[in-house]
């Protein structure tokens, strides 16, 4: 009998110091984080962040516009190199180019047709996959000029629209249409990342160690939530799916009629990379691409390998940066080759 109340006493005490440990961790972690709170960063407006010097009016010759970035979250040091500083300048024909000047045609022209993500915003132009794939033709023998005419948020109505308004103004061999998930499915590049406050306030405004616990978990729960409704089978049947994607069809038709050879080249949202959480997605648009035989070259698995936030400009931006640009320019600059020795001096 003793040597059972003995184990029980034992078991008890155990218990006791494991209860006490315990509060003593949660009180020395709450004390930290009222002394070191966790910057939570604003992912809902990224350009809360951003200051605009300049007009942003695109297709306009010879305009030039920049933005400056916030220095203290540039963990790669990429924008110390400009003062934090990016300047956007558009050639003669109102294209992106790397001065408010005239960009020089050469043998082979290509006009550039997409979003942000082909228009690189964030970064210099020579950073961006466009110019690195141009850089490189050229420096290898041949002579070929890329005219940028993407611009942020467009869709493909909205490429399809500038593709008819500048396609008789520039004698071009090839056109390639740069295309983000959003061109079909309608978000914003930050939506994945929203922040959410989440429940439990009353608790949260008295624990800092409460309020970051349900911080995380609330983004969690709220990320996959967004992720599962972008990747339902619901979104190709809304209108704003249908129109865009008949848009790339008009596209297509139009090239075709002119001789001209065209690319939709399908760059990857950097979201869920190593689980591939939006494959399904892009499986339903090449299925459309191969029923209407338009050519595509498909870069959604070049970066699996990465992290997500190591190809992101900055934490609370999605848009591809220069890590990013170089890995897309590598994997596509083959493809692009192919089509300019194909196609006729």
């Known amino acids: 009998m003793a040597v059972k109340f ?18 003593l961790v949660i009180a020395l972690l709450e004390i930290i984080l009222r002394i070191y709170p966790v910057r939570e960063i604003t992912v809902n407006n990224p350009y809360q962040y951003i200051k605009t010097k300049g007009q942003a009016r695109f297709g306009i010759p010879f305009n030039t516009y920049a933005e400056t970035f916030p220095l203290k979250f540039d963990s ?8 934090g500083i990016i300047g956007y300048h558009f050639n003669q024909f109102g294209g992106r180019w790397l001065e408010p000047a005239e960009q020089k045609l050469g043998r082979r022209n290509i006009i550039v047709i997409g979003d942000s993500f082909t228009y690189g915003f964030g970064l210099r132009y020579e950073d961006t996959y466009i110019y690195k794939i141009q850089d490189s033709l050229n420096k290898s023998g041949l002579n070929v000029s890329f005219i940028n005419f993407s611009r942020p948020g467009c869709d493909s109505e909205m490429c399809l629209t500038i593709y008819n308004r500048i396609k008789d103004t520039i004698h071009h061999d090839c056109l390639i249409y740069g295309l983000d998930l959003n061109d079909l499915i309608e978000f914003p590049i930050s939506y994945i990342l929203s922040n959410r406050r989440g429940c439990c306030a009353r608790i949260r ?62 760059l990857p949202i950097l979201t869920d990379l190593r689980d591939c959480a939006f494959c399904p997605v892009y ?25 997500d936030p190591d190809l992101w400009i900055f934490p609370f931006d999605q848009h591809p940066n220069e890590v990013a640009n170089t890995i897309y320019a590598r994997k596509l600059e083959g493809a692009i080759k192919n089509i300019l020795l194909d196609s006729k001096d």
């Open 6 to 23: 003995h184990k029980n006493k034992e078991i008890v005490l155990r218990i006791f110091i494991v209860c006490i440990t315990t509060l």
């Open 76 to 83: 790669r040091g990429y924008y110390r190199k400009s003062s």
């Open 205 to 266: 405004r008295y624990s800092k160690l409460m309020d970051f616990i349900f911080v995380r978990v609330g983004k969690i729960k709220h990320r996959q939530e967004n992720i599962r409704g972008l990747i339902d089978p619901s979104n190709f049947e809304k209108s704003y799916f249908i129109k865009n994607i008949e848009a790339i069809k008009q596209i297509n038709i139009e090239a075709q009629r002119r001789s001209i050879k065209f690319l939709v080249v399908i």
């Open 283 to 307: 499986k339903k648009i090449k299925e459309q691409f191969g029923i209407n035989k338009i050519a595509y070259f498909d870069l959604t698995d070049s970066v699996c390998s990465y992290q």
